[in-house]
């Protein structure tokens, strides 16, 4: 069984490397679509100002580069098992965000809307494969025990 768990756990992994690979590799689409998309809180207007001035780079494209940086790292990180469990909550606090800011389906109407819905649950979905990961995290240890002792 530990096997199947590995071999599901690098196979979910991919989602997260590829879509982050993506990301970065179309860094100009990606900051388009955080501009269409993310609303920065005016609370936070004069951190953000800051970190243009010292980046250089407008905010959208900052989170573009650390969005497809965290979904690369995370999924690296969950199919070589180091850290699955800690990279597996932070995935699902990310998965959340982006659920909220890119499928606003509660705004929509018609197929827009149907597709979003599509979209938000398929992403509740991925959230549900991340928990069992972050509860499973490196597997059975010596006194736990395993699934064949059941």
Same mark, same amino acid.
């Given at each position: ?87 597996? !909550?932070?995935?699902?606090? #990310?998965? /959340? @965000?982006?659920?909220?800011? $890119? ?5 929509? +109407? ?15 979905? !991925?959230?549900?494969?991340? #928990?069992? /990961? @972050?509860?499973?995290?490196? $597997? ?5 025990? +395993?699934?064949?002792?059941?």
């Amino acid at each position: 069984m530990p096997a199947f768990i590995t071999f599901g756990r690098v196979l979910f992994a991919v989602l997260f490397i590829v879509s982050g690979a993506f990301k970065l590799l179309d860094i100009a689409g990606t900051t388009q679509m955080m501009t269409d998309k993310v609303v920065i809180p005016a609370l936070l207007t004069p951190y953000t100002t800051q970190l243009e001035g010292l980046s250089g780079m407008p905010m959208p494209q900052m989170l573009a580069i650390a969005t497809g940086a965290l979904e690369v790292i995370c999924g690296l990180m969950i199919a070589l098992n180091f850290g699955a469990r800690f990279f597996a !909550i932070v995935l699902i606090f #990310f998965v /959340i @965000a982006a659920t909220f800011y $890119g499928h606003d389906f509660w705004n929509q +109407t018609g197929a827009e809307q149907k597709n979003n819905i599509a979209h938000a649950l398929k992403n509740l979905s !991925i959230i549900g494969g991340l #928990f069992i /990961i @972050a509860g499973i995290g490196r $597997g059975p240890r010596a006194n736990e025990p +395993t699934y064949t002792d059941v």
